[in-house]
């Protein structure tokens, strides 16, 4: 079973940075994407970025490209999303997953990753 733990979620203002980690344990696959999702209340779960095995392709949604950024270190089994200039739009509740690399890329949808994390909330104030 393998295990994501997201961190580094909070109250910020408009135009701020956070950067939120997950770290994955238990019997982590080989070869595997990552991937970031969110959800606001009342709406529906998003994709965010996804992230290569090798950490050289990512994958970004145009309401976040150009401001996030995804990134991963194996060495750390630690996958990380890097927000800036954070708007209030982007308050949601943060989720990360994984799955093997062999399903394809890029993976944009929920269903395409089998391991979630229990999410970190991100509030943006105006």
């Known amino acids: 079973q393998v295990q994501l733990v997201e961190s580094g979620g909070g109250l910020v203002q408009a135009g701020v940075s956070l950067r939120l980690s997950c770290a994955a344990s238990?019997?982590?696959?080989?070869?595997?994407?990552m991937g970031w999702f969110r959800q606001a209340p009342g709406k529906e779960r998003e994709f965010v970025a996804t992230?290569?095995?090798?950490?050289?392709?990512?994958y970004y949604a145009d309401s976040v490209k150009g401001r996030f950024t995804i990134s991963r270190d194996n060495a750390k089994k630690t996958a990380y999303l890097q927000m800036n200039s954070l708007k209030p739009e982007d308050t949601a509740l943060y989720y990360c997953?994984?799955?093997?690399?062999?399903?394809?890329?890029?993976?944009?949808?929920?269903?395409?990753?089998?391991?979630w994390g229990q999410g970190t909330q991100v509030t943006v104030s105006s």
């Open positions: 992230i290569s095995w090798s950490g050289d392709s990512t």
């Open positions: 238990g019997r982590t696959l080989g070869t595997y994407v």
């Open positions: 997953a994984t799955s093997p690399t062999a399903r394809g890329w890029p993976r944009s949808r929920s269903y395409e990753y089998d391991y």
